[in-house]
């Protein structure tokens, strides 16, 4: 009787051994599927790696989708995914015509290239379409660090984290609308931002020590310049512009939006400062 009762609890334990090991599998499993899913959604760089300690700029072209970009030091090296929008209502449709639709294609091209002091990461929308349609694509990029920026886009809004150096960014074209830009900058920015969408609001969000000539623009929106931080000289507020001298700066802040507010906000740590957009 008492080698019975020793049994039970063993027995106990093998049988709660067999119950579990399933659940693993397939925890196992759907972590294979999702790093699966991942690199099919990632384009990949045709160059060298892109990591920490040299002067990175990147120029990006998305014709139709969102653009985001993180440059942040944890980011062992640049990576960079897609994401085709509304995906569901696309299989959907291609189920219901008959047509082919690929989630994962080839919509990018990305291409890096050193000269030895600069390193320049060029990403290139493809000819890639649905039966003569191009869906909107979504566009992220993650990076270690970033000293220049340009990019041009429609069809959806720009985030921009971290990056330093001069920033140009491009929202909308005479036949597609752009979308809302909000741009996150490190601590210390002195250098030209240039920023234009036809549609949404553009934001700039920069840290005390930074500078520049201010001009704001917003014929159909608001202008603000929110700072407790420095010194503003020579302010020319009006309807819809606002133009005026941060901390003595020369460097050119040009933020312009046709239909939308146009703001810059000076905050301790730009980088981690939320709007919402971000998602």
Same mark, same amino acid.
């Given at each position: 009787?008492? &080698?019975?009762?020793?049994?039970?609890? #063993?027995?106990?334990?093998?049988? +709660?051994?067999? +119950?579990?090991?399933?659940?693993?599998?397939?925890? @196992?499993?759907?972590?294979?599927?999702?790093?699966?899913?991942?690199?099919? &959604?990632?384009? %990949?760089?045709?160059?060298?790696?892109?990591?920490?300690? $040299?002067?990175?700029?990147?120029?990006?072209?998305?014709?139709?989708?969102? #653009?985001?970009?993180?440059?942040?030091?944890? &980011?062992?090296?640049?990576? *960079?995914?897609?994401r085709v929008d509304q995906e569901?209502?696309?299989? !959907? $449709?291609?189920?219901?015509?008959? !047509?082919? !639709?690929?989630?994962?294609? /080839?919509?990018?091209?990305?291409?890096?290239?050193?000269?030895?002091?600069?390193?320049?990461?060029?990403?290139?929308?493809? /000819?890639?379409?649905?039966? @003569?349609?191009?869906?909107?694509?979504? +566009?992220?990029?993650?990076? %270690?660090?970033?000293?220049?920026?340009?990019?041009? =886009?429609? @069809?959806?809004?720009? *985030?921009?984290?971290?990056?330093?150096?001069?920033?140009? #960014?491009?929202?909308?074209t005479n036949i597609q609308e752009?979308? /809302?830009?909000?741009?996150?900058?490190?601590s210390s920015q002195q250098e030209?931002?240039?920023?234009?969408? =036809? =549609?949404?609001?553009?934001?700039?969000?920069? @840290?005390?020590?930074?500078?520049?000539?201010?001009?704001?623009?917003?014929?159909?929106?608001?202008?603000? !310049?929110?700072?407790?931080?420095?010194? #503003?000289?020579?302010?020319?507020?009006?309807?819809? &512009?606002?133009?005026?001298?941060?901390?003595?700066?020369? =460097?050119?802040? $040009?933020?312009?939006?046709?239909?939308?507010?146009?703001?810059?906000?000076?905050?301790?740590?730009?980088?981690?400062?939320?709007?919402?957009?971000?998602?």
């Amino acid at each position: 009787m008492h &080698h019975a009762r020793k049994l039970i609890p #063993v027995l106990a334990v093998l049988s +709660l051994g067999t +119950l579990i090991l399933p659940g693993c599998t397939r925890m @196992g499993g759907l972590r294979a599927r999702m790093a699966a899913n991942e690199l099919a &959604h990632q384009v %990949p760089i045709d160059g060298d790696p892109i990591t920490v300690g $040299r002067l990175n700029a990147i120029v990006i072209d998305n014709p139709n989708g969102k #653009v985001k970009v993180y440059a942040k030091p944890s &980011h062992e090296e640049a990576r *960079i995914y897609f994401r085709v929008d509304q995906e569901r209502r696309l299989r !959907f $449709r291609a189920a219901r015509q008959g !047509f082919d !639709f690929d989630p994962v294609g /080839d919509y990018f091209t990305a291409v890096h290239t050193n000269t030895g002091e600069l390193s320049t990461l060029t990403i290139s929308a493809t /000819d890639l379409t649905i039966e @003569g349609y191009r869906p909107p694509v979504d +566009l992220t990029v993650y990076i %270690p660090q970033c000293d220049g920026l340009e990019i041009r =886009n429609a @069809g959806g809004k720009v *985030i921009i984290v971290g990056v330093s150096g001069a920033i140009q #960014v491009e929202s909308g074209t005479n036949i597609q609308e752009g979308g /809302d830009i909000e741009i996150r900058t490190t601590s210390s920015q002195q250098e030209t931002i240039f920023a234009t969408t =036809n =549609n949404g609001n553009v934001t700039l969000v920069a @840290g005390p020590d930074s500078e520049g000539t201010i001009e704001l623009i917003a014929p159909r929106g608001k202008t603000s !310049f929110r700072s407790h931080y420095g010194v #503003v000289n020579h302010s020319m507020p009006s309807k819809g &512009h606002w133009t005026g001298v941060w901390n003595n700066g020369t =460097n050119e802040i $040009r933020l312009n939006t046709e239909d939308g507010d146009a703001t810059l906000r000076v905050v301790e740590n730009p980088v981690m400062y939320t709007s919402g957009l971000t998602h």
